[in-house]
């Protein structure tokens, strides 16, 4: 390692407050109610704290997952990570692993509970395109605000607006109100502002996952080559596909730990492998579950996931799902239906699985218990991490509904066997198609 | 490359209060893109635009002047009730409309602080500065209606920015309290518009001169309320050469200088305790806010 380390990362956490007062903007009413609740915890904390000073500090990582007051959460524990210069490196993880917290303690947007980072330049965060643009202001203003606001000086500004504008191919909307823009104008726009920032370090969240197809193109090519020119960049993506592209370095997050650094493959490999020890392909839905809409009693009591045949929230493009849903029920239900919905991580739907769509004669007569199965043969969905929502309802209403049940992965598989890769970049399904190509023997290519 | 080359130290929050002054100084030009959109934006899509600046201080000129001036017959320093009311009503308006901007900014620019970093005490300091140009527009509106009366200002405007400062610390302590508080209690936005309006009866329509004299050393209890300083002093600044009366066939200053910089003494600590604690607070709640807003 001849390079020095421009992020020093020590023994770094942040911890958050679950609970009654994760949603802190409340009104003095309910402050005042809750005083009690708050003694009681203030009693409650000092007590662990006294006996986490007993048990002393040995007991390290189990002790934050249990030991201490349970109105805490560790969204991201004891992180130690040199990144040095000019690397390219991915944040790898589930959703909840850590990596937002990550970005947002480095760019200085919330302040850790323990530990440090240095810094050693300027640091540029774009965790989300387009941050303080106005509506009401003209495209040639929000170049201006936007590049303030992302930490340009107005020199800087005025002497890349050309360039700026030339990348957002907006040239002739400049002097109208970005109001009256179309939401893929003002994305150019505000990923050009950001391409053209200069930092030593660049930390980008997810962002180049907008615009369409050939903007997104443009946009990764711009942040290789702001690479390529020797900055350093922190990328997050759950797009394995992008990150073993454009990456050097891997670092997976589990659970608020670093659990695996080193080159992007290594990591990658790391993240399937540790996901096929999955715990998540196997859910138990009798026990109780956030943002689950269920009526009284739940419909389902347990749900399964076999990847590639194998128990396993992970399979691969090309590859075969089945789902198993246990149901338990104290009445027959009359008109079941049963969707399994698939979104992408922008909420959109992928696809939905009905048998009431596509056989509604297996649903008819259904006894009051047992197993539904789904098995999706061929996967034709392009790499990435999905999300499978399951609800099931009768002729009036829904009766259960879990809207995250599971997410998903789908490895990058060579499915045309020519090398290339595949990734979201290229759309969000891949098709088999046939290819003709015929010339004229006079349009010889050294014709023109 | 690296001539601007900086470490940046990432800790946990310690420390009893660090404003960071030199990076409030370095970072200051993203506080001018902030007032400069805020001017921009604010009169967007109104048929009237600028106009309301003076609209506003006209018609609550008219209200006070002829409803507490005339019909009520307060006390107008020897001035034209007109006159008198609109040279507290131009600053006053100036700090009520920044003190309210201010409480609600932190909220408002939410979207913004959980996606970036910067200074955040340009978010509440934004619009005591922004503002400015509205408090031109009034003040020359009040130099319009000065010269209508005949009156060539005093020498003593060259006093007016230091009144300006004054009332600018009070909105900046004031107000970063309760954008902090804003954060964490939404009453905010439902109290602020009713606090505004009990402190402008508290300040604007009785003055000081109106006070009975026989309180004597008492009366200047009234410029606690650091805002009675601000306005009598930014009235008394510009007209206190016609701010006479008579007294025993002798003319005499309603305000004197020394009763002016008595009440200013008064509301000092007020101002300076307001300015500490609203700061202070706005550091402690600046901790958490990407975590709670």
Known sequence: MSRDAIIEIEGLGKRYRLGESVDMTRNFRETLMSLPGYFKRK?????????????????????????????YLWALRDINLNIAEGDVVGIIGRNGAGKSTMLKILSRITQPTTGRAKIHGRLSALLEVGTGFHPELTGRENIFLNGAILGMRKAEIERKFDEIVAFAETEKFLDTPVKRYSSGMRVRLAFAVAAHLEPEVLVVDEVIAVGDFEFQNKSVRRMQQLAQEGRTVLFVSHNLAILRHFCRTGVLLEKGRIVHTGPIDDTIDHYLARSHVAQHHDIDLRKPLDNRSAGSPPFFTAFRVFGNGRPSTISTMGGSLDFELDYDYPRPVDGLRVNIIVRDINEQVVVQFSPSQQCPEKLVGSPTRGTIRCRVPWLNLIAGTYRVEINAGDNEKDIDRIPEVCEITLAEHDVFGTGKALSRIHGMVYLPCEWQTSWEKSAAPSAR | MKQDFVTTNIEPPHGFMN????????????????????????????????????????????????????????????????????AVLVPWNYFATSLVMTS?????DAPMLTKIYFPRLYSPLNPSFSNLVDLAIGFSILLVVTAINGIVPAATSLLLPLFVIWMMLVGVGIGSFLSALNVRYRDVSHMVPFLVQIWMYMTVLTSFSGLPERWGAWRFLYGINPMVGAVEGFRWAL???????????????????????????????????????????????????????
């Open chain 2, 104 to 108: 609600l900014s932190m909220v408002k």
């Open chain 2, 239 to 293: 007209l206190n050469h016609h701010m006479v009366k008579e007294v025993g066939g002798q003319v005499v200053p309603v305000l004197p200088a020394h009763d002016l910089m008595m009440l200013m003494a008064a509301g000092l600590p007020a101002m300076i305790g307001m300015l500490a604690l609203g700061l202070y607070y706005f550091k402690r709640t600046e901790r958490i806010f990407a975590d709670v807003v």
């Open chain 1, 43 to 71: 009693a409650a904390e000092k007590l662990a704290r006294a006996r986490a000073a007993e048990g002393g500090a040995g007991a390290g990582g189990a002790a934050a997952e249990n030991g201490e007051s349970p109105a």
């Open chain 2, 19 to 86: 404003l960071n002054i030199a990076e409030l100084w370095h970072n200051r030009e993203l506080l001018y893109f902030l007032c400069w959109r805020d001017i921009k934006v604010k009169y967007k899509q109104t048929a009237l635009g600028f106009m309301w600046a003076i609209i506003v201080p006209l018609v609550n000129m008219v209200i006070f002047g002829t409803i507490f001036g005339r019909v009520g017959g307060l006390p107008t320093n020897g001035l034209n009730p007109y006159l008198s009311y609109l």
